[in-house]
């Protein structure tokens, strides 16, 4: 080899081997300035709680942590500035089941992939939803409200959050895993609006978010809650039973809320957020607010148990999503 070569080949190599000390010592610092969380919605959705509780909690160890609402197109804007990001841990997205998982799948020119081009970080929250009924359908458990839908057809309808919404996509779940296909969609703007119809009987059924004030109104027999749609049964209504349980085993739905970052964000980085994430979601006061927020905490902060968490929601919705044919659209969550 020339001596030339051996040379150049020397440079390269040290120049190599100090960037990946660079790098290491930066990873080894972070955070040394104010972290970004962009939430891919307008403030005030059930994202904008989890994330604003989930920065205030872990300043102590992740130093501030500024919120940026980028909201549009069901997550898409807000979503797609987070997988254009520089990759440093310093700009994270709270991720939603509409940001990560309908949006994306519902239109042909996302601008990002869900999966390839984000590196998860922590599922923090899960959102329970219930199939609520109004006292005046004979149906007090899940079989015999289906029983009931498929001997009337085209009679009964189900209020949810708009198209799209997962509230939405769960009523067509629900109809194609039942057989209860005569079942009718009546789409609002929002999710409280379907609630306040239901209590009032102008329509008979809701799939909605199991709040505080949706058990109050069970409790209080003006309407009630048959099943919730989670694997297992909630924390703030251990009484309820799952759909699971009550003979369809394919009736899972919720709205979840996680951390994540740009795809090649180094591992340290992100393990440097999942410690931080831990010690929060660990601290019963704070796990206390987001129960009583209406939100589940995830048992498992892992991004191995996030990418799980994704890659079976993906798997479930896409099916519903392309049956029905939807288009993306607004979404508040």
């Known amino acids: 080899m020339k001596r030339r070569d051996v040379l150049t080949l020397g440079l390269t190599s040290l120049a190599g081997g100090l960037v990946a000390t660079y790098f290491a010592a930066a990873q080894s610092k972070y955070p040394e300035r104010p972290i970004k969380l962009?939430?891919?919605?307008?403030?005030?959705?059930l994202s904008d709680v989890v994330g604003r509780l989930w920065a205030d909690k872990v300043k102590t160890s992740l130093g501030p942590v500024f919120i940026e609402n980028q909201g549009g197109a069901g997550g898409l804007v807000g979503g797609a500035a987070v997988?254009?990001?520089?990759?440093?841990?310093?700009?994270?997205?709270?991720?939603?089941?509409?940001?990560?998982?309908?949006?994306?799948?519902?239109?042909?020119?996302?601008?990002?992939?869900?999966?390839?081009?984000?590196?998860?970080?922590?599922?923090?929250?899960v959102a329970a939803l219930g199939i609520f009924i109004n006292p005046s359908i004979p149906a007090r458990d899940l079989k015999e409200l289906v029983d009931y839908a498929k001997a009337n057809p085209g009679k009964l309808s189900f209020g949810s959050g708009g198209v799209g919404s997962t509230t939405h996509l769960s009523g067509e779940l629900f109809k194609s895993l039942t057989g209860a296909t005569?079942?009718?969609?009546?789409?609002?703007k929002g999710g409280t609006q379907p609630f306040t119809d239901l209590v009032s009987g102008h329509i008979?059924?809701?799939?909605?978010?199991?709040?505080g004030q949706a058990l109050?109104?069970?409790?209080?027999?003006?309407?009630?809650?048959?099943?919730?749609?989670?694997?297992?049964?909630?924390?703030?209504?251990?009484?309820?039973?799952?759909?699971?349980?009550s003979g369809f085993p394919g009736m899972i739905s919720h709205n979840f809320s996680g951390l994540f970052a740009p795809a090649g964000t180094p591992r340290p980085v992100i393990d440097r957020i999942v410690d931080a994430t831990r010690g929060a979601m660990f601290d019963d006061e704070f796990r206390q607010k987001l129960i009583a927020s209406g939100f589940e905490p995830h048992p498992d902060l892992s991004p191995e148990a996030a990418q799980r968490f994704v890659d079976d929601d993906i798997g479930r919705w896409t099916p519903v999503i392309r049956t029905i044919g939807l288009k993306p659209e607004q979404n508040t969550q």
């Open 204 to 211: 008979p059924m809701t799939i909605a978010n199991v709040t």
């Open 216 to 245: 109050a109104l069970h409790r209080a027999g003006k309407v009630i809650l048959l099943a919730v749609t989670t694997p297992g049964r909630v924390v703030v209504a251990p009484d309820i039973p799952t759909a699971v349980e």
């Open 182 to 188: 005569g079942l009718v969609h009546v789409p609002y």
């Open 38 to 45: 962009v939430i891919p919605f307008a403030p005030g959705g």
């Open 83 to 125: 997988a254009r990001a520089q990759a440093d841990g310093y700009t994270l997205l709270l991720g939603s089941t509409a940001s990560q998982v309908v949006s994306p799948i519902s239109t042909s020119t996302a601008p990002y992939d869900p999966v390839k081009d984000f590196a998860p970080i922590s599922i923090l929250v």
